[in-house]
């Protein structure tokens, strides 16, 4: 199964400015644990995590002055469409993190998240557990 089968084409994007709770609200909303942050005049393209959103209330910041770019990722390790979701989770182990943006010719396209992976390969496990001898 390929990375294309298991994203989510539903991309939160945000700009470098938002405040952590803008970001946390509108990933909120949207059911998502992960933002991509467009900065088109600085970085380019990085990410922002429920995790960062976190770490940063744990520090004891405050979410209504801290800004997406200060707590994104933007040593970004990008996955492509025709990656397969063993690829995808290689890379995320090795990195450490849950979610992986999806470049298609350079444009972001969707996110692959850990449960992503783990609804795809799930429903294929139960059913190897469950056959017939």
């Known amino acids: 199964m390929l990375v294309r089968d298991a994203m989510s084409t539903v991309v939160l ?16 909303a949207r059911r998502v644990g992960a933002a991509v942050v467009h900065d088109p005049d600085g970085t380019g393209i990085g990410i922002l995590t429920e995790r960062d959103i976190l770490n940063s209330l ?28 063993e690829e995808a989770a290689v ?28 609804r795809c390969w799930a429903p294929r496990r139960q059913r190897a557990l469950h056959a017939p001898a």
């Open 13 to 28: 994007t945000i700009g470098p400015a938002h405040t952590l709770r803008q970001a946390a609200a509108l990933m909120s």
């Open 58 to 85: 744990g520090l004891g910041q405050d979410p209504d002055t801290e800004r997406a770019h200060a707590h994104t990722t933007t040593d970004v390790v990008f996955a492509i469409p025709d990656w397969t979701l």
């Open 91 to 118: 890379a995320m182990s090795h990195g450490g993190f849950r979610h992986l943006i999806v470049l298609d010719r350079g444009e972001p396209t969707g996110i692959v998240s850990v449960r992503d992976i783990i």
